[in-house]
């Protein structure tokens, strides 16, 4: 069964510093990443996804398939990109899974 | 355009009973897909709707049933309700082509407390 791993429940940064939010997955067939954003008190939303190769709000992400990897990364944090951040993998009998998130703060 | 709307916001059932949650789509939007969350967890793709048809399913026994309209509102049933059925169950719209098409627009969910 394909697997979704963000290691890290709690990430806190200041603002103008760099963030990696890190996103393991298991899967043994050809994986479809998604990350998807929540904001305090907003709907989920889906931020990006690997096949379209985008940046959106800045922040970029990139599938590693030899680490099995889909870590999201802005090189610039800002205090709105304060969230919780889920990574989730498309594939296998589950379809869409999803990992147990992240909660981002960007501190002034 | 409201988006992506879902009703009940909340509602209590006891085990063994059935419920129904429904969700009206974004305007031009086809698709519509279901997810369970529970407490401190990640949402659980439940199945996907388009052209009136179950197109994709996750995981979850035959007592999760859907269906969509031709107005392409959707409905999730729950029979036989169990206690780890709790959770905020999410909708999400989506216009046709690919797996969520451009992208993907989320309602606010409707909170299930079975006792």
């Known amino acids: 069964a394909q697997r979704v791993t963000q290691p890290e429940k709690l990430l806190s940064v200041f603002k103008g510093a760099p963030v990696e939010l890190k996103c393991n997955y298991s899967y043994s067939g050809s994986p479809e990443l998604f990350w998807y954003v929540q904001y305090s008190r907003q709907r989920l939303q889906l931020l990006l996804r690997h096949i379209s190769r985008e940046s959106i709000k800045g922040f970029t992400a990139d599938l590693n398939k030899g680490e099995t990897s889909f870590h999201l990364k802005k090189p610039f944090a800002q205090e709105e990109d304060s969230a919780m951040y889920y990574c989730a993998l498309w594939g296998g009998s589950e379809k869409l899974v999803f990992g147990k998130g992240t909660k981002l703060t960007v501190n002034p | 355009d409201a988006g992506v709307t879902q009703s009940p916001t909340h509602l209590i059932k006891t085990r063994g009973q059935q419920v129904t949650l429904r969700c009206s789509p974004k305007?031009?939007?086809?698709?519509v897909s279901w997810y369970q969350q529970a407490l401190g967890q990640g949402p659980q793709f439940i199945f996907q709707?388009?052209?009136?048809?179950?197109?994709q399913r996750g995981n979850f026994p035959d007592r999760f049933s859907g269906h969509q309209f031709p107005n392409y509102s959707s409905e999730l049933n729950v029979n036989a309700l169990l206690l780890g059925d709790s959770a905020l169950y999410l909708c999400?719209?989506?216009?046709?082509?690919?797996?969520?098409?451009?992208?993907?627009?989320f309602g606010p969910g409707t909170r299930l407390l079975v006792l």
């Open positions: 999400a719209s989506s216009a046709g082509t690919g797996l969520f098409g451009e992208t993907q627009y």
């Open positions: 305007s031009g939007h086809d698709t």
């Open positions: 709707y388009y052209e009136e048809e179950e197109r």
